[in-house]
């Protein structure tokens, strides 16, 4: 009897264990710090505009709980026990809540729930899209509320959050093409071509942002085009009959109206803004984000290639070139905002959001379609650079104690952290770390996100990680969480995924739906809306949608993850066929005055940076698991606010 009774209590000592580590759970340390903060005398402040968190902040009652983010301790190296200042966190032992997470997300997905979630995704894209062309077409965006059009503010030309996206055509329409084509709506894509050639012109007194026509309108257009073109019609029969390059006409009409930026710039680096009529307007602002003049050498380098020109590629590749010239010599990282005449960084904030995040992304992504080993070169650069001086947090993502990684805002110069807030479109970064095999670290940052929007039903504009709150409290339907859910997924098939596209299709039809469309949230905490549909909600947000909830047997027929076809999406969501003309040009020496590059990279010499393999796969054992060990989700949850 002595045995059973030393069974029984080593098993009650065991549960005493188990209850404690429930009780504190994973960011006990994280905690820690908070409280610690409450109690300092030297408490962080810094000033604020508006809200409950303001108010503390001046009083000085919040301070920072990542301790660790407020130095330059970790960075991304290895790991160290003295940046973390809790207890170790012991995957595993997260006890009921832990296998509420598992209960919750590890069930499998049934091919009858993603095909009612593959309709509705395209149900949301239909009401939108009709509704467009019912209340707002021939107007560049449709406002749901009041069901009707829009177009640039003349009677405001300081309105940027218009104008700079709004150029009088119809740009709602042309954002959606090919969105058409991948659902599989062949007559409606033939009509809306149609549409776009008999009644767009380009010819209009329209100052635009040089970044916005180019990504939503140039890449559209090329888009179409090559779906039509396409000798496979891999979406169904998309041709059109006595089509004669129409599409292809209208980017090249286009492109030259956009050339005017990049003259009369003593740096190559474009002006950000042009009138598509008469050229760069007087006066015009000689800074610019590095995103919009550094994110244009995808579309410009398909249209060059497509028609034997040069002049697109390299004017958009001298403007990549020269804003690389400008980075930090000591750690490799580039500013935010750069005066194009001067080549001095106005803004010198260096992060993954909004300014910086398309640059990166097409580093990486003119690689993809074009070979040109440089584009390779400065992305591992780039990357390894963001590893060194951005990143946050323990090592690994899935093993081992300290805070979940995350990536921060820093001073380009000294790596210093300079706030502590984060914004939406940062939430791209994990598809394109799958895009470079780097898996695991895609999970936790994907991790973040989505419990930022698990919190509120979507994102905010800008969330301080500090204060667990938003900074800005707006969501205008974005598309990156719903682009790296779907990535991840097709990393992974993971049903993890599944559900959380699910979460994010039932907030958008919660939240978002209005009588005509659906509508920006003003406010994400009161849920109130705004009269706005920008185009991206047709072009990307429901494409990537509907792409994550293709049935498994519809997944080897559709042509977007057959095997035998390869695609990439542009930075708003147009897809294009990785084809071998792309990596052919018909011009020498683009740049004469450079030692000649003509080397070619195989696509095994793709790997991220910081990886020990060219793709750092989650392993097939761990697809039916979570993606992130249920006590890592319940300690991101606790790092937002959520429990």
């Known amino acids: ?30 905690y820690q710090q908070r409280l610690r903060a409450f109690a300092s005398s030297t408490a962080a402040c810094s000033p604020a505009t508006e809200g409950s968190s303001a108010r503390c902040l001046k009083a000085g ?3 920072p709980h990542w301790a660790s983010f407020l130095g330059r301790g970790w960075g991304g ?9 809790g207890p170790a966190v012991v995957p595993g032992s997260g006890g009921r809540d832990d296998d509420e997470y598992e209960q919750r997300y590890s069930r499998s997905f049934p091919p009858h729930l993603r095909s009612q979630l593959r309709d509705a995704a395209r149900s949301m894209f239909v009401f939108g899209y009709d509704n467009y062309m019912a209340h707002a077409f021939p107007q560049d965006e449709l406002n749901p509320i009041e069901c009707r059009g829009r177009g640039p503010d003349r009677a405001d030309p300081s309105n940027l959050n218009i104008n700079d996206v709004l150029g009088n055509y119809s740009l709602t329409l042309i954002d959606a093409l090919d969105t058409l084509a991948v659902m599989g709506n062949s007559s409606e894509f033939r009509k809306a071509v149609k549409l776009v050639i008999d009644t767009v012109s380009f010819d209009t007194d329209s100052t635009v942002q040089v970044f916005e026509a180019t990504i939503r309108v140039l890449g559209s257009l090329l888009s179409a085009h090559i779906i039509i073109t396409d000798a496979k019609q891999p979406f169904g029969d998309m041709t059109i009959k006595g089509y004669d390059n129409e599409l292809l006409h209208m980017a090249h009409d286009l492109a030259v109206r956009l050339l005017p930026a990049f003259e009369n710039t003593k740096t190559g680096i474009p002006y950000p803004r042009v009138n598509l009529r008469t050229g760069v307007p007087s006066g015009s602002d000689n800074e610019t984000c590095t995103a919009g003049a550094g994110s244009l050498l995808v579309e410009f380098g398909i249209l060059s290639r497509l028609l034997g020109d040069s002049t697109f590629e390299w004017v958009a590749r001298r403007a990549v070139k020269a804003l690389w010239s400008l980075r930090s010599n000591d750690t490799g990282l580039l500013g935010n905002v750069v005066n194009i005449q001067t080549g001095h960084w106005v803004g010198k904030q260096s992060g993954l959001g909004a300014g910086l995040d398309s640059f990166y992304e097409y580093l990486l992504k003119s690689y993809i379609l074009f070979g040109e080993k440089e584009d390779l070169e400065m992305f591992n650069d780039a990357y390894r650079s963001i590893q060194n001086h951005l990143r946050r947090g323990r090592e690994a993502c899935n093993e081992g104690e300290g805070d979940p990684p995350l990536y921060v805002n820093v001073n380009m110069f000294s790596g210093q952290l300079m706030n502590t807030w984060i914004d939406s479109l940062q939430a791209f970064f994990p598809g394109l770390q799958v895009l470079i095999g780097d898996v695991e670290d895609a999970i936790c940052l994907h991790a973040f996100y989505y419990a930022i929007w698990k919190r509120y039903g979507a994102l905010p504009e800008r969330y301080n990680w500090q204060l667990q709150a938003p900074d800005v409290l707006f969501y205008p339907l974005r598309p990156e969480l719903v682009e790296s859910t779907y990535l991840l997924y097709q990393a992974t098939k993971n049903p993890f995924y599944l559900h959380v596209g ?25 849920k109130s809306k705004e009269d706005r549909m920008e185009s991206f909600f047709l072009s990307e947000t429901c494409k990537y949608l509907f792409l994550s909830f293709l049935l498994q047997l519809f997944d080897e027929e559709n042509p977007v993850h057959k095997s035998g076809n390869r695609y990439m999406f542009t930075t708003e969501g147009h897809i294009v066929s990785l084809d071998k003309r792309l990596r052919v040009t018909v011009w020498q020496d683009t740049f004469p005055d450079e030692p000649k590059k003509t080397e070619k990279v195989k696509p095994n010499d793709l790997r991220a940076v910081n990886s020990t393999s060219n793709c750092n796969r989650v392993p097939d054992e761990r ?13 991101i949850d606790q790092m937002v606010g959520l429990i």
């Open 61 to 63: 009652l919040v301070g």
């Open 623 to 635: 697809r039916y698991l979570l993606p992130l060990k249920s006590i890592y989700m319940r300690q």
């Open 77 to 85: 190296g290895p790991f160290s026990s003295s940046s973390s200042s």
């Open 1 to 30: 009897m002595q045995w059973r009774s030393l069974v029984l209590a080593l098993l009650a000592l065991r549960l005493a264990g188990h209850a404690l580590l429930w009780l504190a759970g994973p960011s006990l340390g994280f």
């Open 502 to 526: 699910m979460d994010i299709l039932q907030s958008l039809e919660k939240y978002t739906k209005a009588k005509c469309g659906y509508a920006t949230l003003h406010h994400v905490i009161e």
